[in-house]
């Protein structure tokens, strides 16, 4: 159990570590962090008893803490380690929570000029389409898979400190090389992304907009219910992970060719063939995969 977890950027995610945290007795006492015009939001989460205290000033933020869970934005992780970097303390573990892991490292190195042996960079697979700590949820991530991707110089006691604070909030946790998470990420997570955006625009844009969105049904809102995800976010992970997802906007640029040739040749066999291999793989990957425990 911690004394003092400081949550900076108490939002979906950061505000369900909090809350989870409270249930589960990892910590003491909760505290938020953000800044002047995260305020309203860091109200509510006092309000709503998310967190017990908040700050606008870091260092009486990080005051006491010994556990820091960063939350914001991965664009913001620079920023937000510079601030950190004044307060840095030996006997606090750093974690954080953004989708891609080497950004976060890069981030470390350029504020640091190392990553820091106290810092552990983690990911939870788990979230939503909703922002701010009015969706945070107890419980978000029981059950639910959670990477953490340390490096050579990571210290061991920092490391177990982390993985057992997140598998005490209920996540099952692997260890990865960062590099190998966000290539993975990219295709699972990024790529859909997306898709749903790049469709939904498209949608979006024609003249027959209302009309199309009227008749939208099951299969529509299941497909683009991640577009309704936070632009700043989502522009964020896209730019930080751009390596990854280009290649594989190429990618599937071509399978959208393919279906589209044999669409044109009336080739329903191959048509078949492509929608049944689907199928049988999303079949296949939910039975293996669906339940981690
Ligand atoms: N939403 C998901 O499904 C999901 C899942 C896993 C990981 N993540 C990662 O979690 C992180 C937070 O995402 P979220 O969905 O909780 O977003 P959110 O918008 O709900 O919460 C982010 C919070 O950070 C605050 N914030 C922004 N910039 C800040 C800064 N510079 N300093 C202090 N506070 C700042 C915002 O005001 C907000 O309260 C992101 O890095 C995201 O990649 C999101
Ligand atoms: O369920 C959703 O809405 C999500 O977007 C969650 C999701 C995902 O793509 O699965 C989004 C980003 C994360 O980094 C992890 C989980």
Redesign the pocket.
Known sequence: MFNTLCV?????????VARTARVQNLAARIVG???D??LA??QLAKQLGVIDEFYLDIAAAVAHADCVVI????A??A??LG?LKPHWSAETVYT?????KGSVLAAAEAVFGYVPDNLVPA???????????S??VEGLFAHKRLIITPVAGTDAGALAKVQAFWQGLGSVVSLMDAQHHDSVLAATSHLPHVLAFALVDMLGHKDEQSEIFKYAAGGFKDFTRIAS??P??WA??CTANKQEILPLIEQLRTELAKIHALLAADDYAQLFATFAYAQTARERFLEQFERPV
């Open positions: 900076i950027g108490v939002g979906l995610i950061g505000g369900s962090f953000g800044r015009q995260d939001n860091l939350a914001t934005p991965v913001t992780t920023a937000v601030l954080d929570v953004g989708s891609t990911h939870p697979i788990a979230g939503g389409e909703q922002s701010g700590v969706a945070a995800s936070d700043t976010m964020a992970i």
